[in-house]
């Protein structure tokens, strides 16, 4: 095997990580500009990302997932539903990804006796107005509509993420099975190291504030979260 050769296999075999880890990252790095946006601000970013989370727990509960439902050997068995090659993972997310809402919609028309759906959007969705009534009571409407914006795309990129996430660790549980050990001290390492910075504690992934709208009236005033 030459040196183009391997630097060829080396790149097919980092192809498949570095896509399941870029949603990730680009998580990390819209919420991270998100908490430093001086005009936005940690607490509600916060409070953006339960509300998605609520959002997610939601899409996570109607999305039928393969070999449900879920057992040790429908997860773990070679040649079972989650015994899928990264091609077919890929269809599997984007699948889900695509039918997720609509079932969440007909789930709360037709099938949500206990009203427990319901109850999860509908304190995403106080969160969310709040905050936005809150915003616009202080800041005025003009920007208000860049922290509502952002209110609803961090909302959303987390509950897409909560979804990605199940569907991941079940996927990685078939895939890795031992492994998975492996995996949780990579993740350890990356928490005391932050070589990518997936961890909040460290801010890594931002845009400059030059480039985010800034406050104009009072300035000088100290602004309440």
Known sequence: MDVLELLSSAASFAVGPLLIIVPLLTYRWVTDTAAHWDLYGG?????????????????VAVTPLPGQPLTFDSVFNRGGPWDLHLEAFGSLVLDRMEVAPGLLLDRLALDDERLNLTLGLAMAAAL????????????GWWHSVATIAMDLTV?????????????????????LNFWLFLVGLVMIQEYRYNMLGLFPRHRHFRLPRARLPQEIAFPTLKRRR
């Open 128 to 139: 969310l107005i709040g905050r936005a009534a809150v915003g616009i009571a202080r800041q």
């Open 155 to 175: 909302a959303t990129m987390t509950a897409a993420l909560t979804l990605y996430a199940v569907i991941l660790g079940l996927w990685l549980c078939n895939r």
């Open 43 to 59: 607490f509600r970013e916060d409070n953006a990302t339960l509300a998605g989370l609520l959002l997610g727990i939601c899409l």
